[in-house]
């Protein structure tokens, strides 16, 4: 199985920094890379497909970057709406795997 | 709009079934995969299965293979996800999604219903 790991597991932020995120793969995945937020009792949501493509109605502020093993999500201006955990995954190979999480809280 | 809605969870002793159902709208169920994933409490995501829109084509986890079985019902708009044999480490909330483009393949996950609880206890 494809193993992802994601860092920093957790981040104190503040309103209108720059966050980064990233995502390691064990081996290729190509550019088969997703990034989801999820946010307290709610389901998560698709932010970012393809490594790098907005998903509908995602704001701007969310990119994405990488190919091959190693991945990044960036927000630019963080706004209070943002703070939520964040998860990798890869969609190459069966199964399916995920990113442990990484939390963005407030510093 | 798309809506995705689970049910059938609860709480059940280890070794006994349940059956998990979605119950799809707001789009053309039978033209897409569907998946199901799952959150044990506190913890991070979990992809369970996936079948093709024809339900020919069915994959699943390790952790889950030759105890759940996928499959659904084109004619109603409804998956299913059949558990057998559950243990205390298939306690979760449960959630089904659609993937992510008509077809095959994508693996991606863009609607998610807002999940079903099952407790093994």
């Known amino acids: 199985d494809i193993q992802m790991t994601q860092s920093p597991s957790s981040l104190s932020t503040s309103v209108g920094d720059r966050v980064t995120i990233t995502c390691r793969a064990s081996?290729?995945?190509?550019?088969?890379l997703n990034w989801y937020q999820q946010k307290p009792g709610k389901a998560p949501k698709l932010l970012i497909y393809?490594?790098?493509n907005l998903q509908s109605e995602v704001p701007s502020r969310f990119s994405g970057s990488g190919s091959g093993t190693d991945f990044t999500l960036t927000i630019t201006s963080l706004q209070p709406e943002d703070f939520a955990t964040y998860y990798c995954?890869?969609?190459?190979?069966?199964?399916?795997?995920f990113g442990q999480g990484t939390r963005l809280d407030v510093k | 709009q798309v809506q995705l809605v689970e049910s059938g969870g609860g709480v059940v002793q280890p070794g006994r079934s349940l059956r998990l159902s979605c119950a799809a709208s707001?789009?053309?169920?039978?033209?897409?995969?569907m998946h199901w994933l799952r959150q044990a409490p506190g913890q991070g995501l979990e992809w369970v299965a996936v079948?093709?829109?024809?339900?020919?084509?069915?994959y699943y986890a390790d952790s889950v293979r030759g105890r759940f079985t996928i499959s659904r019902d084109n004619s109603n708009d409804t998956l299913y996800l059949q558990m057998n044999t559950l243990s205390r480490d298939d306690t979760a909330l449960y959630y089904c999604?659609?993937?992510?483009?008509?077809?095959?393949?994508?693996?991606?996950?863009?609607?998610w219903g807002q999940g079903s609880l099952v407790s093994v206890s």
């Open positions: 995954q890869q969609s190459y190979y069966t199964p399916i795997t």
């Open positions: 999604a659609r993937d992510g483009s008509a077809g095959w393949g994508s693996h991606r996950h863009d609607k």
């Open positions: 393809g490594a790098s």
């Open positions: 081996q290729s995945i190509i550019s088969h």
């Open positions: 707001g789009f053309t169920f039978t033209t897409y995969a």
């Open positions: 079948i093709s829109s024809d339900g020919t084509k069915k």
